[in-house]
Structure formats: structure tokens, C-alpha cells
């Protein structure tokens, strides 16, 4: 029996890293051996979440004419033989008896199969006379997505039990229903609230896996979240599941010491993306919170989803990104702490498909307010702002360029002012610390590299404390970055 500790360490698995189970259990056995109590975090099997999606966009165009949950449930049967056959392959490589290995197998599928008939009742129940009240798309698209975590969790706890070296058992801990269904959600979402429930949930259910001597693996998805999980946190929800599973074993015992490790298959933070800059990159083992909630935000650069930068907020939890091909590397450790040896700009970062739009009106001038009228109704239409610029007389702005709102944002704006858009737009960002305090003009010095390589800038923007940022054409994305790196590291 596994005795109870205040030391844990939650370890999130990307899809990459699920799908070697062998080194997923050799290092969460590496972690009891540490002292402290593992808990994993798993996203589904690699691919497996595109094929999701399409089974749920064929499930909501199908709906009316289901009958039967078996109906609902027959959509599922390839991935489910793909994902036997898959834990098959791992037995079979283990040289597992064959007699013992078909029983495993035959349980997993009947599981598995259990699972999707759960699923179909819920969704019949909720429409029995199939029909849709606005929310059907979304909710069958969430309950689906999650599946993949449901599969990933429950094959991943029985493949590391058999193959376990130091005889532990391991607990898939299902999320699915820590988020009731409500088909009638009235007024804002106390976000603050609902996660410190969540993450309460979560612990608690960890908490009787470890008090029976069991190793908890935790599904990355925890229940229909209110317009839509990828929607509203996006792909890399499984990050803020994992976050919140460090802050409610926080919380539950303060006195505990908390760490959350991101594994994924690159070696950590680095300088810039290496797919742009090459063997000039370099790894930063340290990083700041401040830096990681900037590049959160940023293709290429992404430690961990931003909403799981904001669950952790302020809870004193160290997140370590590390390498799941080389677990022997230092990774980088993101702490409310500043790399002295390194100051400065220390990443650089860009994203691409962005729209500009620039508000101009004279009576803007000396007009209270009106920074409120222009980004209140982004926050209406739920688009997102990057980065801003304003003067007396202009407002200038980047959003994403995929959001279908961004028309009806135009026509707010018009009423405002003049409204100039710009398509085909990219962000480049320079993150570090200190920025304000270096030794000349850092942002003259950054403007002055971007120039002499033929790159225009927009506009720029920033706190210039920790992030100076540029908006130039998205066509100069990759070059910006290369001569920035270069003229820098």
C-alpha cells in the first residue's frame, strides 16, 4: 500500500506522450521514488481528438432520426477496435500470455463500449423528442471530445497496472460529470467560483484513490462547460484540468507541497521556436510566470493553455516543463521568480492570422469613455484583443482574423469613427524582464533591427516592462523572428 504524503506532483501527458504508455509509467513510477505522491493528468491518444469531432459533427447532423441509444453508440465502434487494438499491440510487445491478454482486452472493449451507451442515454434523455434547444451542436461536440480522455485514462490506469514494475495499481478517476449538465444557465459565470469547485472535486476524488494505496490518472476533461469546452478553453483544456488538479490539492492541504510538470516532446521554454531559428535556439530552464502567461498566448511558444496560467494565479504552484523522450534534462521552471543570469528580452514569439483595426475620429479627442465604447463590445462578441495602440485621435487594435464576428464588430465601431481594416497581419512579441530598465532604447533597438531588414511595422505596443510588441505583415512572420533572435542572442 501506497502511504499518503503532502508532497504531490501532477504530471500532465500530451497526446504525443500518451501514446508511449511504457515511458508514461516508467516515469510516474520514477516520481514515487521521489517521495512524492504522482498524480497523471492524460490527454486523448494522439489524432484521436480530430476523429472525435467528426464523430460528433455526424452524430448532431444524424440526430433527429435516432431512436435508439445502440444507433447513437454504433459511431463509435472503429476507434473503439483501434483503441483495443492499440493496448493489444503494447501487451503483445510485453510478451504477455496470450490467455491473460485477450481477458484484458475483452473487459477494455466492454468498458469502452459501456461508455458510448452512457453517453447515448444522456444525450436521448436530454431530447427525447430530438429536438434541438440551440445547445444540442455544442453539448453532443463536448460530450464526444471528452470521450477521448475517458478512453485515454481508462486504457492508460490498466495498461501501466499490468505492466508495473513495482506491482502499484493504477485508477482511472473520470472527470465527465464533475460539470452537471444545465440546459438553463441565467447570468455571468463566476469563473473565480466555479474553478475553486472544480478544483475541489478533483482533489477530493484523488484523494480516496490515494487512501487506498492507488495511483490516480485523471481525464483531461471535466464536464460540459458552458458554450462549449474547445470554445471557451480551446484543444488544450487537458493543461487546465491539470492546473486545476494542482490547486485543489493545494488548497486541501496548504501545508502541501504542490508541483505541476507539463510534459510534452520538446525540451522546454526556448529562446524562439526552433522550426524558425534553428540550432541558435536556446533553452531557457527558467522562466517567470509573467513570461509563461505571455507566451501562453502565442503559437510555437505554448507552455501551458492560458486558462491554466489563470487557475494557477497567484497559488504559489511551480509548473515544470519537461521532455518526455529525455527526462533526464533540466526542462524549464516557471516560478514567481526571475532568471538573474539572464535579463532582458529572453523569448521571442510571434502569431500569425491576425485583422487590425484602426478607429480614428476627431471628436475622439479629450472624449471620456472611449476606450469603453470601442473594446466593450469586443467583450460582447466575444472576441479577443492582442496587441493596442492608441493616440488623441486613433485607436489601434489586432484580433484574430477566424472570427466570424469580426463583421459585426465593424459595424459597431462605425459608429464611433472612421474604421480601417487590415487583413493578412501578424504579431511578433518580445518577452523577458526588465525591459524598460536596459541600457539604451530597447524598442528603438528592436524597430532599428526589424527596419534594416526590410520589415515594416504596423504599429507596436506592449507593457514594456516585460513584453515590447510589434504588428507587421504576416508574410514577415518567420524573418522578423529570425533577424530579431539574431540581432539579440
Known amino acids: 500500500m501506497m502511504e499518503s504524503s503532502n508532497k504531490y506532483t501532477v504530471m500532465k501527458f500530451g497526446g504525443t506522450s500518451v501514446d508511449r504508455m511504457d515511458a508514461v509509467g516508467d516515469l510516474i513510477e520514477a516520481g514515487i521514488g521521489s517521495g512524492s505522491v504522482p498524480v497523471g493528468v492524460v490527454s486523448a491518444f494522439s489524432g484521436e481528438t480530430n476523429k472525435f469531432i467528426q464523430i460528433a459533427g455526424s452524430i448532431n447532423q444524424d440526430f433527429r432520426k435516432f431512436e435508439r441509444p445502440s444507433q447513437v453508440a454504433a459511431y463509435f465502434s472503429e476507434i473503439i477496435n483501434g483503441t483495443v487494438e492499440r493496448a493489444g499491440k503494447l501487451l503483445e510487445r510485453d510478451q504477455f500470455p496470450e490467455s491473460e491478454r485477450e481477458g484484458v482486452l475483452r473487459s477494455m472493449e466492454g468498458y469502452l463500449r459501456v461508455k458510448v451507451l452512457d453517453f447515448a442515454r444522456e444525450i436521448l434523455d436530454l431530447y427525447p423528442d430530438n429536438s434541438d434547444d440551440g445547445r444540442q451542436d455544442i453539448l453532443i461536440e463536448d460530450r464526444v471530445v471528452g470521450l477521448g480522455e475517458i478512453f485515454a485514462a481508462y486504457v492508460l490506469a490498466n495498461m501501466m497496472t499490468v505492466r508495473s514494475s513495482l506491482k502499484k495499481v493504477y485508477t482511472d478517476i473520470n472527470l465527465n460529470d464533475v460539470l452537471k449538465i444545465n440546459k438553463r444557465i441565467d447570468g455571468p ?162 502569431k500569425k492570422g491576425q485583422t487590425t483595426f484602426r478607429v480614428s475620429s476627431s471628436k475622439m479627442i479629450e472624449q471620456k469613455g472611449v476606450l469603453a465604447r470601442i473594446f466593450k463590445p469586443c467583450a460582447d462578441l466575444g472576441i479577443s484583443v492582442g496587441a493596442i495602440s492608441t493616440s488623441a485621435r486613433t485607436v489601434v487594435f489586432s484580433v484574430d482574423s477566424s472570427s466570424a464576428r469580426n463583421v459585426a464588430l465593424v459595424d459597431v465601431l462605425s459608429g464611433i469613427g472612421k474604421v480601417e481594416i487590415k487583413d493578412g497581419m501578424a504579431i511578433i512579441c518580445c518577452i523577458g524582464s526588465n525591459l524598460n530598465q536596459q541600457p539604451m532604447d530597447l524598442k528603438t533597438r528592436l524597430s532599428g533591427i526589424l527596419a534594416e531588414n526590410g520589415i515594416r511595422v504596423d504599429f507596436d505596443g506592449g507593457d514594456g516592462e516585460r513584453n515590447i510588441t510589434f504588428v507587421i505583415k504576416e508574410q514577415d512572420h518567420d524573418k522578423a523572428i529570425r533577424v530579431l533572435h539574431k540581432g539579440i542572442f
Open 189 to 350: 459565470i463566476d469563473q473565480e467560483k466555479l474553478y475553486t469547485q472544480i478544483s475541489s472535486q478533483i482533489a477530493k476524488r484523488i484523494m480516496g484513490c490515494v487512501s487506498r494505496g492507488e495511483l490516480a490518472i485523471v481525464t483531461g476533461y471535466v464536464g460540459f462547460v458552458p458554450g462549449g469546452i474547445l470554445q471557451t478553453i480551446d484543444r488544450g483544456y487537458t493543461d487546465s484540468t491539470a492546473a486545476m488538479t494542482a490547486r485543489g490539492l493545494k488548497n486541501l492541504d496548504p501545508a502541501a507541497h504542490v508541483k505541476l510538470e507539463i510534459w510534452k516532446e520538446v525540451d522546454g521554454l526556448m529562446s524562439a521556436d526552433p522550426r524558425i531559428v534553428g540550432n541558435t535556439v536556446k533553452l531557457r530552464t527558467k522562466a517567470h510566470y509573467d513570461e509563461a502567461a505571455e507566451l501562453s498566448d502565442l503559437a510555437g511558444m505554448k507552455a501551458i493553455n492560458p486558462h491554466g496560467i489563470w487557475v494557477l494565479d497567484g497559488q504559489g504552484i511551480q509548473i515544470h516543463v519537461r521532455n518526455t523522450s529525455k527526462p533526464e534534462g533540466p526542462g524549464t521552471l516557471i516560478s514567481m521568480e526571475d532568471d538573474q543570469e539572464v535579463d532582458g528580452v529572453r523569448f521571442i514569439s510571434g
